[in-house]
C-alpha cells in the first residue's frame, strides 16, 4: 500500500507527463476532480491564453486519483489517432471578435459539448462547426 505522500509524488509525476506530452504550460490547464459514488472523475481543461477563455479537453473516471491519471494519460498519448478534428467560430457575449477555437471529439455534439463546458449556452454564439479533412 503506497503512502499518501507517495500516491501525490506520482499524481505530480502522471500529470507533468500529461503536460508535457501535450506541449502545454501549468498555466494553460487545470486538473479538475471530483468524487462520486466510490468514483473519481478527472477533467482536463485547457486554457486558451489568447481569448483567456476555458474549455473541457477530455474526461475520465476511475477507482481513484491515481487510475483516473493514468487513463488521461492513456487518452493523450492516443487521441489523434481516435477522434476527429472540429473547428468552432464563436464570440462571447457582448463581444465583437470571432473566435476560433479547435476540438478533439468523436462528433460535433462531443465538440460543441466542450466547447459549452462550464458555461451557460447563452454566453457563446456559435457561428459554425466545420469537421476538418484527416491530413
Known amino acids: 500500500m503506497e503512502t499518501l505522500s507517495e500516491m501525490h509524488v506520482e499524481a505530480a509525476r502522471i500529470q507533468q507527463e500529461i503536460k508535457d506530452y501535450l506541449g ?3 498555466s494553460d490547464m487545470v486538473f479538475e476532480y471530483t468524487s462520486s459514488e466510490g468514483k473519481t472523475r478527472l477533467d482536463l481543461i485547457t486554457i486558451n491564453p489568447r481569448h483567456n477563455q476555458a ?4 474526461s475520465e473516471v476511475g477507482f481513484d486519483k491515481i487510475d483516473v491519471l493514468k ?7 492516443n487521441y489523434k489517432e ?8 464563436w464570440v462571447a457575449k457582448g463581444g465583437k471578435e470571432l473566435h476560433t477555437s479547435y476540438f478533439k471529439a468523436s462528433n460535433i455534439m462531443d465538440a460543441l ?3 459549452y463546458y462550464g458555461r451557460d449556452m447563452n454566453t457563446i454564439t ?4 466545420v469537421l476538418n479533412p484527416i491530413s
Open 55 to 58: 474549455f473541457l479537453f477530455h
Open 113 to 115: 459539448q466542450k466547447l
Open 82 to 89: 481516435k477522434e476527429s478534428s472540429y473547428t468552432i467560430q
Open 126 to 129: 456559435v457561428f459554425s462547426v
Open 24 to 26: 502545454l504550460r501549468t
Open 71 to 77: 487513463k488521461m494519460l492513456n487518452y493523450v498519448q
